[in-house]
């Protein structure tokens, strides 16, 4: 299973291909908010140690460079949501019509966030102020709704 993204500067959004196994890779549009919402449900999900995790890319070399599918038109996500377990994530694509999960291993999480993070860079959304103005609004509904709860 991969996933791509590329930023669309025209629709201010990311292009997401998700390869699976020989079929054509699905297109998806998924917004500056989603992507950002994604990234910081992926800060909330436990780190492994470095033992645990996925073998370390050489730091000499050039990394191939995949290229992205251009053919098909994407479909908008409506919601990005992130389930833990105890051998990996799920992520959930809700879409039109039907809600697509990917499951991950835990190993390959620290990948994903350097991707999501890498793209937010390029596309020039300042992730880390992002992530602690969801922080912030996370505390704030805990607050609000410990508030509303009867003594």
Known sequence: M???????AAA?????????????PLLFWVTRRQWLGWLHA?????ALPPSEGAPEAPA???RER??????????????????TGAQGIKIL??????VLA?????????????MLQQQ?????????????????ATDASKVISNARKPR
Do not use: C, H
Request: no cysteine.
């Open 102 to 114: 990917v499951e991950l291993p835990m190993a390959t999480v620290s990948q994903l966030q350097a």
């Open 66 to 83: 995949q290229t992205f599918p251009e053919a098909g038109e994407p479909v908008l996500v409506k919601r990005i949501s992130v389930r």
């Open 12 to 24: 201010d959004r990311m292009r997401l291909a998700l390869q699976s196994g020989s079929e054509p």
């Open 120 to 136: 937010a860079e390029y596309a020039g959304w300042d992730a880390a102020a992002a992530l602690v103005r969801l922080d912030a």
């Open 60 to 62: 000499t070399g050039k």
């Open 42 to 46: 992926l800060a909330k999900v436990p």
């Open 2 to 8: 991969g996933l791509l993204a590329k930023y669309d």
């Open 93 to 98: 694509f809700a879409l039109e019509s039907r």
